[in-house]
């Protein structure tokens, strides 16, 4: 089955440079995969050469290696460290001032981030499912931050159907892969000849119409579904089901916890490089000469100590309760939060955390035994 709507068309092989230069004629800038450090990251694009081809990122527990990708492909890697999260939910910003007047007089005053145009190249579908559980965080009716929709206003998403998924994916089993299928301006899919696009928004439209490219032929059309299949089946990981809730709600007291907290250092990676985690704290940064202050907001993660303290006491003392607090919240909590669970599938945590733990593997082990 064909998930999009817009008629395809093929962008050449050696079109990107043209889809760059036609998202920078519109004003936006470009940001997309580069390497660094050894990881492929998100990161505003000097030309199309800086675009990573020939890569593929092995994954697994604790491991990510860049090695080689025998097609030469653009995008045959997986996920990166990175979500898109860090572009519109800042790891650390100023959200308002505080200062004394010429008449001593105490002010406040917004400070509201620079939001230039961006356009992200290379959004994989995990990220844009994860990209709309934070707009339903962050944009709630009754309560829109103004930073993060500062942001998310004056974005262009060009996203990319995995063709060679990591290890540690598992989009497949939330449902959120690995096949865009919405939340996207354009999206790609990588063939030997070129690039098979659709539109997902108005502004994808009138974009790829600027580029004047050919229709896709069957042929194409039906190697872009066969990859996608092809994609999906070779994920090796699944969670058990979608909604985990009640599942998750009978085992708070299981063993399984206290094993898990042994291996684990609460060093919050998983937090830090999951695409859907928006919890923050909050503090006032004054001013050395102590006239003005800000007020910043920062990451913050359910594996340090100081989330859990309430009023003199702390509600999740040991990491065996902050770690049932992430997996608990993550994959139970929200649904009554969101409608849905807060796993999309990205697999980072598995391949970013330093000690290899696995939340397919640590779903596996407590409903293996009734409790
Ligand atoms: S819980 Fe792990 S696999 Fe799921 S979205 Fe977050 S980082 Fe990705
Ligand atoms: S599960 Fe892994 S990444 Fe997460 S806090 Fe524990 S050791 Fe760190």
């Given at each position: 089955?064909?998930?999009?709507?817009d008629?395809?068309?093929l962008?050449?092989?050696?079109?990107?440079?043209?889809?760059?230069?036609?998202l920078?004629?519109?004003?936006?800038?470009?940001?997309?995969?580069?390497?660094?450090?050894?990881?492929?990251?998100?990161?505003?694009?000097?030309g199309?050469?800086?675009?990573?081809?020939?890569?593929?990122?092995?994954?697994?527990?604790?491991?990510?290696?860049?090695?080689?990708?025998?097609?030469?492909?653009?995008?045959?890697?997986?996920?990166?460290?990175?979500?898109?999260?860090?572009?519109f939910?800042?790891?650390?910003?100023?959200?308002w001032?505080?200062?004394?007047?010429?008449?001593?007089?105490?002010r406040?005053?917004?400070?509201?981030?620079?939001?230039?145009?961006?356009?992200?190249?290379?959004?994989?579908?995990?990220?844009?499912?994860?990209?709309?559980?934070?707009?339903?965080h962050?944009?709630?009716?009754?309560?829109?931050?103004?930073?993060?929709?500062?942001?998310?206003?004056?974005?262009?998403?060009?996203?990319?159907?995995?063709?060679?998924?990591?290890?540690?994916?598992?989009?497949g089993?939330?449902?959120?892969?690995?096949?865009?299928?919405?939340?996207?301006?354009?999206?790609?899919?990588?063939?030997?000849?070129?690039?098979?696009?659709?539109?997902?928004?108005?502004?994808?439209?009138?974009?790829?119409?600027?580029?004047?490219?050919?229709?896709?032929?069957?042929?194409?059309?039906?190697?872009?579904?066969?990859?996608?299949?092809?994609?999906?089946?070779?994920?090796?990981?699944?969670?058990?089901?979608?909604?985990?809730?009640?599942?998750?709600?009978?085992?708070?007291?299981?063993?399984?916890?206290?094993?898990?907290?042994?291996?684990?250092?609460?060093c919050?990676?998983?937090?830090?490089?999951?695409?859907?985690?928006?919890?923050?704290?909050?503090?006032?940064?004054?001013?050395?000469?102590?006239?003005?202050?800000?007020?910043?907001?920062?990451?913050?993660?359910?594996?340090?100590?100081?989330?859990?303290?309430?009023?003199?006491?702390?509600?999740r003392?040991?990491?065996?309760?902050?770690?049932?607090?992430?997996?608990?919240?993550?994959?139970?909590?929200?649904?009554?939060?969101?409608?849905?669970?807060?796993?999309?599938?990205?697999g980072?945590?598995?391949?970013?955390?330093?000690?290899?733990?696995?939340?397919?593997?640590?779903?596996?082990?407590?409903?293996?035994?009734?409790?």
């Amino acid at each position: 089955m064909r998930a999009h709507a817009d008629p395809a068309v093929l962008l050449p092989i050696d079109g990107l440079p043209a889809l760059l230069a036609a998202l920078g004629r519109d004003g936006y800038r470009c940001i997309g995969p580069a390497v660094e450090k050894g990881a492929i990251v998100m990161r505003e694009l000097d030309g199309n050469d800086a675009l990573p081809r020939g890569l593929q990122a092995e994954q697994g527990p604790g491991h990510y290696r860049l090695v080689a990708d025998p097609h030469n492909r653009y995008f045959a890697w997986a996920n990166g460290p990175q979500a898109l999260k860090p572009l519109f939910f800042a790891p650390q910003e100023t959200l308002w001032r505080a200062g004394r007047g010429d008449d001593g007089a105490l002010r406040f005053e917004a400070v509201l981030p620079e939001a230039p145009k961006l356009a992200v190249i290379g959004a994989r579908a995990c990220d844009l499912a994860a990209l709309a559980l934070q707009d339903a965080h962050f944009l709630r009716p009754e309560r829109v931050d103004a930073h993060y929709a500062a942001r998310r206003a004056r974005l262009f998403l060009v996203a990319v159907q995995c063709a060679v998924p990591a290890a540690t994916c598992f989009c497949g089993s939330t449902g959120d892969g690995p096949v865009p299928t919405a939340g996207y301006d354009i999206t790609l899919a990588e063939l030997p000849e070129g690039f098979v696009a659709h539109a997902g928004s108005d502004a994808g439209r009138a974009l790829l119409a600027t580029l004047d490219l050919a229709p896709a032929t069957p042929r194409q059309l039906d190697a872009v579904q066969v990859q996608g299949e092809a994609a999906a089946a070779a994920q090796a990981r699944a969670l058990p089901g979608k909604d985990l809730h009640d599942a998750l709600m009978r085992r708070l007291d299981h063993p399984r916890w206290d094993e898990v907290a042994m291996r684990c250092l609460a060093c919050g990676n998983c937090t830090a490089v999951c695409p859907t985690c928006f919890c923050h704290a909050e503090f006032d940064q004054p001013a050395l000469d102590g006239a003005s202050s800000t007020h910043q907001r920062v990451w913050d993660s359910c594996f340090g100590e100081s989330h859990g303290h309430l009023h003199g006491f702390n509600v999740r003392p040991d990491i065996r309760t902050r770690y049932r607090q992430w997996l608990t919240h993550k994959l139970a909590g929200w649904h009554a939060q969101f409608g849905r669970s807060g796993c999309t599938g990205c697999g980072r945590c598995i391949a970013w955390c330093p000690v290899g733990i696995d939340l397919t593997g640590e779903v596996a082990a407590l409903m293996a035994e009734q409790p």
